[in-house]
């Protein structure tokens, strides 16, 4: 695995340019900073992603970017301490600036790992642009809880407006115990009310701890069995995007009168 930050120039270079094995790919993983209730810290998203990302760089011999720490967070609205949020359009931004500048070096296929939902829309507006003007290199996205069928259902066991659930809190206890407060945890179970819904609501609308789910559920065998599950998927995706072309070949960028 070589990590970006870690390393020298030139080694990076050589590492983004290795063709013995199909063209490199990078990962990139997507957090926030958000409250994530009484027991999880508000880092969750971000160190959850950065775990995942690298394991599966271990697993695979890939490149790993920094990440993304911040994410797009208004879903959680200004009551509940400790949320720093971008805006959408500066997540946008955000993930084309790493577009372009790990192409320089070399890095033309990246694969964005998100921990948050609320990040989702942007990355796919961010990608969709990259696609459509500059389809020599390779974008994808992959959220961390739709990686398999298997991780969906255990992740929405306790509702679908997932958040600091038994599935996260469960990761959490997996792969840094020492930030979660287990004891409030086994109080902190708050259940999903967006069933039926038709309008959208902030966290404190919906939710009165900002949980939804039953973190009390969660145990760090949970946790580690999904952080296997998921980090398999993502190496199998590096493999695959190592040597995927796409079936038609690569589609002309558009010449935009304008």
Same mark, same amino acid.
């Given at each position: 695995?070589?990590?970006?930050?870690?390393?020298?120039?030139?080694?990076?270079?050589?590492?983004? #340019?290795?063709?013995?094995?199909?063209?490199?790919?990078?990962?990139? *993983?997507?957090?926030?900073?958000?409250?994530?209730?009484?027991?999880?810290?508000?880092?969750?998203?971000?160190?959850?992603?950065?775990?995942?990302?690298?394991?599966?760089?271990?697993?695979?011999? %890939?490149?790993?970017? *920094?990440?993304?720490?911040?994410?797009?967070?208004?879903?959680?609205?200004?009551?509940?301490?400790?949320?720093?949020?971008?805006?959408?359009?500066?997540?946008?931004?955000?993930?084309?600036?790493?577009?372009?500048?790990? %192409?320089?070096?070399?890095?033309?296929?990246?694969?964005?790992?998100?921990?948050?939902?609320?990040? %989702?829309?942007?990355?796919?507006?961010?990608?969709? %642009?990259?696609?459509?003007? #500059?389809?020599?290199?390779?974008?994808?996205?992959?959220?961390?809880?739709?990686?398999?069928?298997?991780?969906?259902?255990?992740?929405? #066991?306790?509702?679908?407006?997932?958040?600091?659930?038994?599935?996260?809190?469960?990761?959490?206890?997996?792969?840094?115990?020492?930030?979660?407060?287990?004891?409030?945890?086994?109080?902190?179970?708050?259940?999903?009310?967006?069933?039926?819904?038709?309008?959208?609501?902030?966290?404190?609308?919906?939710?009165?701890?900002?949980?939804?789910?039953?973190?009390?559920?969660?145990?760090?065998?949970?946790?580690?069995?999904?952080?296997?599950?998921?980090?398999?998927?993502?190496?199998?995706?590096?493999?695959?995007?190592?040597?995927?072309? *796409?079936?038609?070949?690569?589609?002309?960028?558009?010449?935009? *009168?304008?």
């Amino acid at each position: 695995m070589t990590i970006w930050s870690d390393t020298a120039s030139p080694d990076l270079a050589a590492a983004a #340019a290795r063709t013995d094995r199909g063209h490199e790919v990078g990962l990139v *993983p997507v957090g926030a900073i958000e409250q994530h209730g009484p027991h999880l810290p508000v880092g969750t998203d971000t160190i959850v992603a950065s775990t995942l990302c690298a394991d599966a760089g271990a697993m695979t011999d %890939s490149l790993v970017l *920094p990440p993304i720490s911040l994410g797009v967070s208004y879903g959680h609205g200004t009551l509940l301490a400790g949320t720093l949020s971008l805006t959408p359009d500066l997540l946008v931004a955000t993930v084309h600036q790493y577009v372009r500048w790990a %192409s320089l070096a070399g890095l033309r296929r990246l694969l964005f790992v998100n921990a948050h939902l609320g990040n %989702s829309a942007s990355l796919n507006v961010a990608t969709d %642009s990259v696609r459509l003007l #500059a389809p020599q290199l390779r974008v994808g996205v992959l959220d961390w809880w739709a990686a398999a069928p298997a991780v969906l259902a255990e992740v929405m #066991a306790d509702g679908a407006d997932i958040h600091a659930n038994r599935a996260e809190t469960a990761m959490m206890m997996a792969i840094a115990p020492d930030l979660v407060h287990s004891g409030r945890a086994s109080d902190a179970d708050d259940p999903d009310r967006t069933a039926g819904l038709t309008f959208r609501y902030t966290a404190p609308a919906l939710s009165r701890n900002g949980v939804t789910g039953r973190p009390s559920e969660a145990t760090a065998d949970l946790g580690a069995e999904l952080r296997r599950r998921v980090v398999s998927a993502i190496a199998g995706r590096i493999e695959r995007g190592r040597a995927e072309e *796409p079936a038609l070949g690569i589609a002309p960028a558009p010449d935009f *009168p304008f």
